[in-house]
């Protein structure tokens, strides 16, 4: 089986991965118009960058401008739809009259790298699975604003971040402890957040129990795949990925096995028995072409150590 990539013939532009479930999705867009392809782990995904990347919009509009925008950026807009969907945003507060119920979350990425964040209730862990959240739990439930100052006071009182660099979680991502320990973790903060009811906890923020929600086996995180030729695994590296996508340029192959995804992040395994991790959101903006096989023509870099590696894995 053979994860769909369109062809740019058709110009359709991959939009990046999204979790409406528990199973990935590629999303592609050609104006105003969307498909998706799903993801299947075991299957190949293989595609070239054809041309130039364009700004991919915002807010489901095209840009006005048909902008050029860098390899690197893993936004993928211009400046000026990089402002516009901001300005929309839940971050940007700016919708104070929303009257949406939002849910307060607490989530783990590895070893003391948690954080807290909301998202809309209606959205259930969907967001959490795009943040690549290992574990979580949720916390309470209430309007927006006492969502978001719920939000800030655990901040302030408990120093945990509302948001943490995916490059940080790739690295916690190659060595996870066990469920137990995970859970613990969240556990543990859960109770500290807790404790705070009363103290700058608004009181239309209603608490929510416990439950850790375990991602592991959705992200398809430490399980060996089966080689081309048989059941026998795939050797993989003890730590997991050791090596990214950095950018993707013209004509720029990338080609294996889908064996997790996390997030953004796609992780292949390709020839010589090694994983690359491609964080999507380097691919939206492209216009691409279905590849077969196992190749990576594209700039590397080595993920926790900054060094930038040659063309190919």
Known sequence: MTCAVRESGGGWRCAG???PGEVPELGWSRGRRRRVSVLAYGA???FRAVGERHCVGARGNVCPLGAVVPGRSTGGRCAECARLDRAHSVAADTMADDPRTYRVYLAWFGPGLVKVGITGEERGGARLR????VAFSW???GPLMAARRTEEVLRAALGVPDRIPYARKRVERGHLPGTDERAAEVAELYARAAALEGRGWPESLE???LEVVDQVGIFGLGREPESESGPEPVPLPASGPVRAVRELVDGGVVAGRLVAAAGPDLHLAVAGGGVVVLDTRLITGWDLAAESGSDVRVP????GGGGVQGGLF
């Open 130 to 133: 795009e943040q690549g959240a």
């Open 207 to 209: 608490r929510l129990p």
């Open 44 to 46: 190949g995904l293989g």
């Open 17 to 19: 991965v999204r979790w």
């Open 139 to 141: 916390l309470g439930r």
């Open 300 to 303: 590397l870099i080595d993920i």
